[in-house]
């Protein structure tokens, strides 16, 4: 019987690999471990079918993995299992299944949803067993004896629990768990597109590369800079250089660092432990308060060299990627049926100017689907966050497409603004965004109704252009931040320090222009002093937080009047999503359960969930489940995975607009699949494809289509999007 002519199966599969002390995935991203020296595969446990499971040896799997290259292959985390098979052994199952994964989607974040308590949590009736422990550090496990047996049942355990876990999900998902058939299937798609980006060698034509050569000349360069103003600032205060970084690095050792040289840090209560903890995050609005006070200072400089050395995000992920980038170019696998030539000297690339094609290499991608746990959106997996690289950075540059090939980026158009818009009804934004019309100046035009098209059609350069582009951007932050209940303060803060692209101060003329005056600013800051005394912990810090940069500058007076006025005109404006907040109240939503688009449920009998869970219907997608929550007169507090939390009406609908978002990209990558293009990764709202060169123009034609179409279940929705045809991801 010919491989076509096999019934095709599922195969519930788990590796067991060697590990100990030191090398394990704690301290290893997947592909280190993979590629590691030290990697060595013990066996695997497989059920075909509902057959009982079997151990295979290292020497069994790769027959094994042939016989069944065209069935569907299940995982209880497959990023990792799958990793191993597509960069091991170059091998990509037909299909890819991954139960933790569908656990996630049907019953949300409730625990870190491992196999131990999946299995308890479902009464299976299988308990996962620790003879794994038993292995730790030993290479050959028949130099124990018994262990390989050991061993060998255990893992076959893992997978029946896995198979059992499976039919039991597909079996109530949409009786028990309240998720259809249909949304299922989708995710389950979704989840396979996801595993698959982990490209083996035989599909590297249509996978994201990297430009090495790039990416080598800026991790040195980074090493170079950050090694002198380390060695700098450690001389200075007389520190060895590693223990200088230590300091740095240190939430402990930090604070009494600066307390010698009289800088109190400011402290907040910890929402995990209830404690008072050092405000450190770099969103902490007491320490950027503090942070400008230094400016300029010693005590300043320690503070940004602190922020460079402890948030290494460009140079982790740097070195990550070129790691993974020369590991796949060298590394040899097991596949014998399948070849890989990255060294195609027949093309060039177009924008990275090179003779030599080796240093254009493939890299696997790993994301974590339905990683973001409060939207089920995708986040960074391996250790690389691809999901937030910043604008004009290096690592975007690097990012290109292989010989003869280009890239192919589009993104939806104010697609959070949209779903807002739409789940609130509210109909005259949508309208506006139905027109076409820019939905920044829309709103300009409501704040400044006389002046906020002068200077729109006068050159670039010219002084009243620029003051437009200003009010156009004011308008922007306004928009795409006042959604979800922001307040003035932190609007003055985001326009302040740029933190949304760049740094806007409103200058008296303009706000006296919307109606303010000296009394309206002094009379809201009266009113936010007395709220912050209602707050025992933080209100101190709050309010000096506030009003440290007044007293550095006394004419933010008028740029916080501005923000308290435009906050104030947009809620005016936007009452439909004003009411949508109050209307997702969790209080309101147990006696108003239906919100439009939106139904809200509370259960005391959802798996996982004690004594009462929060479960938020979605158009076109899974729920959102908010486990042990209490509600209260405004808000609620909920544990997820163990971490305390709160919500709102507001937060909540932030949360909702995401997922829905979310649910929109998912429906483009599978019809873009569908239509047989190259996905090479997602990024929130853009889909990224590799294709031919002489493919491109057609594939961005063919992509816009998909993305600028909503779904059937988003009847209504203005979606819009934009595609470019580039060479590397930083043209985009």
């Known amino acids: 019987?010919?491989?076509?002519?096999?019934?095709?199966e599922i195969v519930t599969f788990d590796f067991e690999t060697y590990y100990d002390a030191r090398y394990s995935l704690t301290n290893y991203s997947y592909t280190e471990y993979i590629y590691s020296e030290h990697f060595k595969v013990h066996g695997a446990a497989a059920k075909v079918g509902s057959s009982p499971a079997v151990w295979l040896s290292a020497d069994e799997i790769p027959a094994f993995l042939e016989q069944h290259a065209a069935d569907t292959f299940v995982f209880h985390n497959a990023s990792f299992d799958a990793a191993i098979l597509s960069l091991h052994y170059g091998f990509m199952p037909r299909r890819v299944i991954d139960t933790r994964l569908l656990a996630a989607i049907l019953v949300g974040w409730h625990t870190k949803l491992n196999l131990a308590i999946l299995a308890v949590y479902f009464d299976c009736p299988l308990r996962k067993g620790q003879a794994l422990v038993d292995s730790k550090g030993v290479r050959v496990l028949g130099d124990i004896e018994g262990?390989?047996?050991?061993?060998?049942?255990?893992?076959?355990?893992?997978?029946?629990?896995?198979?059992?876990?499976?039919?039991?999900?597909?079996?109530?998902?949409?009786?028990?768990?309240?998720?259809?058939?249909?949304?299922?299937?989708?995710?389950?798609?979704?989840?396979?597109?996801?595993?698959?980006?982990?490209?083996?060698?035989?599909?590297?034509?249509?996978?994201?590369h990297i430009d090495r050569a790039l990416l080598e000349q800026s991790v040195e360069q980074e090493k170079a800079d950050e090694g002198h103003k380390i060695r700098q600032m450690a001389a200075r205060y007389q520190y060895p250089e590693a223990e200088f970084i230590k300091m740095l690095r240190s939430r402990k050792l930090f604070p009494v660092f600066m307390e010698r040289l009289g800088i109190h840090l400011p402290q907040k209560v910890s929402k995990t432990t209830g404690k008072l903890t050092y405000a450190l995050g770099k969103n902490d609005t007491a320490l950027l308060a503090l942070r400008e006070?230094?400016?300029?200072?010693?005590?300043?400089?320690?503070?940004?060299?602190?922020?460079?050395?402890?948030?290494?995000?460009?140079?982790?992920?740097?070195?990550?990627?070129?790691?993974?980038?020369?590991?796949?170019?060298?590394?040899?696998?097991?596949?014998?049926?399948?070849t890989h030539n990255t060294h195609n000297t027949h093309n060039t690339h177009d924008t990275h100017d090179t003779n030599d094609a080796a240093t254009i290499l493939p890299v696997p991608v790993f994301l974590n689907y339905a990683g973001a746990q409060k939207t089920l959106r995708w986040s960074g997996g391996n250790k690389v966050n691809m999901q937030n690289l910043p604008r004009g950075s290096v690592l975007r540059s690097a990012?290109?497409?292989?010989p003869g090939h280009k890239m192919v980026v589009c993104d939806y158009s104010s697609i959070e603004a949209r779903v807002l818009a739409w789940l609130a009804h509210d109909e005259d934004l949508l309208a506006v965004f139905r027109n076409g019309e820019d939905v920044y100046v829309n709103f300009g035009q409501r704040v400044w109704p006389a002046t906020m098209l002068d200077g729109a059609e006068e050159p670039e350069d010219s002084p009243a252009y620029k003051a437009f582009k200003k009010r156009r951007f004011v308008a922007k932050t306004c928009v795409l931040g006042l959604g979800y209940g922001a307040s003035w303060p932190v609007l003055e803060t985001v326009l302040r320090t740029g933190s949304m692209g760049a740094s806007v101060i409103i200058d008296e003329e303009t706000a006296r222009g919307i109606g303010v005056e000296r009394a309206y600013v002094l009379e809201n800051l009266r009113a936010m002093k007395e709220r912050y005394k209602k707050d025992t912990e933080n209100g101190a810090g709050r309010w000096e937080a506030l009003v440290a940069p007044l007293r550095r500058d006394a004419s933010l007076l008028w740029h916080y009047g501005a923000c308290m006025r435009l906050v104030e005109i947009y809620r005016g404006e936007r009452w439909a999503v004003t009411a949508f907040w109050q209307a997702m109240e969790p209080r309101r939503l147990m006696t108003h359960p239906d919100v439009g688009h939106i139904t809200g449920t509370f259960t005391d009998t959802a798996p996982m969930a004690a004594p009462m869970a929060m479960q938020l219907t979605l158009p076109g997608g899974p729920p959102l489940v908010f486990p042990q929550i209490k509600v209260k007169r405004r808000g609620a507090d909920f544990v997820r995975a163990g971490v305390p939390m709160s919500t709102y009406g507001a937060k909540l609908v932030e949360n909702v607009t995401q997922a829905v978002a979310r649910n929109l990209l998912r429906d483009a990558w599978i019809a873009a699949h569908q239509a047989r293009l190259h996905v090479a990764m997602t990024v929130h709202d853009e889909i990224v494809c590799i294709e031919r060169e002489e493919d491109a123009d057609q594939a961005a034609e063919m992509l816009t289509q998909i993305m600028s179409t909503p779904p059937a279940w988003a009847v209504g929705l203005p979606v819009d999007a934009e595609a470019s045809v580039v060479d590397c991801y930083a043209q985009k």
């Not at 019987?1 to 095709?8: C, G, I, L």
């Not at 262990?147 to 198979?163: K, Q």
């Not at 060299?305 to 796949?328: F, H, N, P, Q, Y």
């Open 399 to 402: 990012l290109v497409p292989p």
């Open 147 to 208: 262990l390989e047996e050991r061993i060998a049942a255990y893992s076959c355990t893992d997978v029946e629990i896995t198979y059992w876990i499976l039919t039991h999900m597909l079996e109530n998902a949409a009786t028990h768990y309240g998720v259809s058939a249909d949304v299922v299937k989708k995710e389950m798609q979704a989840m396979d597109l996801t595993i698959r980006l982990i490209k083996p060698h035989s599909a590297w034509q249509e996978s994201l």
């Open 1 to 8: 019987m010919t491989m076509q002519e096999r019934r095709q």
């Open 293 to 338: 006070q230094l400016a300029g200072t010693d005590a300043g400089q320690i503070f940004d060299l602190r922020e460079e050395v402890g948030s290494t995000i460009k140079r982790t992920r740097s070195e990550r990627i070129l790691a993974m980038a020369r590991a796949d170019d060298t590394h040899n696998t097991h596949n014998t049926h399948n």
